[in-house]
């Protein structure tokens, strides 16, 4: 198979995941989602220094939380927020209401036929990690944007052993028999951009210029309770089956992490910018 059909397939196939049971889970628990990745939206939004004015792009929009920060932030401007996900952008038009100057689109922002030099800041909150080839997305994007134009972007670092995620969801993995405690098969999605030396291959094969890559670590929130989180995480694999005593050792494993605000793992992405 040549690079182009495995290219293909492989876009197939997260299409198929976004409009099948991952995205349907992803737009019926919207809530708890964008609760979990919240304390990164001020260094996202910081990166992206978006202006009134601007027009910007939302690459993987999802629900629509980023997009609707963004309309907030450029009130005189436009924003348009595309996904794959036809149930998160049918959540997203529902959050949304009627703004004259946001809008969605369905589509995959690799092969997107955006207009060139249309928008002034392109910013994604993880949705750029699913392209099926990389450098071909962002140099999509490169092209939608104006000469000059500002990029924002965050996405995972890899769950360190030592670290508040990597201890909880090693051991969630670990009593599951998995080894990998991502739901729904986007492990390896989750992790193309892991490593900063790949972010910067991939961008500057894209045309992208003046590249920073930066980490950042905040807590993300997975539940009310340890026995809240357990049942949020079991309920990303509804077809798992997973006896009493494993989901009891599941909770006894996140006790540790619960507090006044919930169940907090800290965790930690790359914030990344670049210019057009």
Request: overall charge negative.
């Amino acid at each position: 198979m040549n690079t182009t059909a495995r290219s293909t397939d492989t876009a197939d196939a997260i299409a198929a995941a976004w409009n099948g049971p991952v995205g349907r889970h992803w737009a019926e628990h919207q809530d708890r989602y964008d609760a979990m990745m919240a304390g990164f939206n001020d260094a996202l939004f910081g990166a992206a220094a978006i202006g009134d004015r601007d027009r910007v792009l939302d690459i993987g929009c999802g629900s629509g939380c980023t997009t609707r920060e963004a309309a907030r932030r450029a009130g005189q401007g436009r924003v348009l927020g595309v996904d794959i996900s036809e149930p998160l952008l049918d959540r997203a038009r529902a959050l949304s209401g009627h703004l004259a100057h946001l809008g969605y689109e369905l589509g995959d922002a690799q092969v997107h036929p955006f207009p060139a030099s249309a928008y002034d800041v392109a910013i994604s909150r993880g949705g750029v990690m699913f392209f099926a080839d990389h450098t071909e997305a962002f140099a999509n994007i490169a092209r939608a944007l104006r000469p000059g134009g500002r990029l924002a972007f965050m996405c995972p670092r890899p769950a360190a052993p030592g670290t508040d995620e990597g201890r909880a969801l090693g051991r969630l993995a670990s009593l599951l028999g998995q080894e990998q405690a991502i739901g729904g098969g986007l492990a390896e999605g989750m992790a193309s951009l892991a490593r900063p030396g790949r972010i910067e291959d991939v961008l500057t094969g894209a045309g992208f210029r003046e590249i920073d890559v930066t980490p950042v670590t905040e807590d993300t929130h997975w539940g009310k309770d340890a026995a809240d989180a357990v049942d949020f995480f079991l309920s990303r694999t509804p077809d798992r089956t997973v006896p009493d005593e494993t989901r009891a050792a599941m909770r006894e494993a996140l006790l540790p992490y619960e507090t006044e605000r919930g169940v907090l793992l800290r965790a930690g992405v790359w914030v990344v910018t670049a210019h057009a």
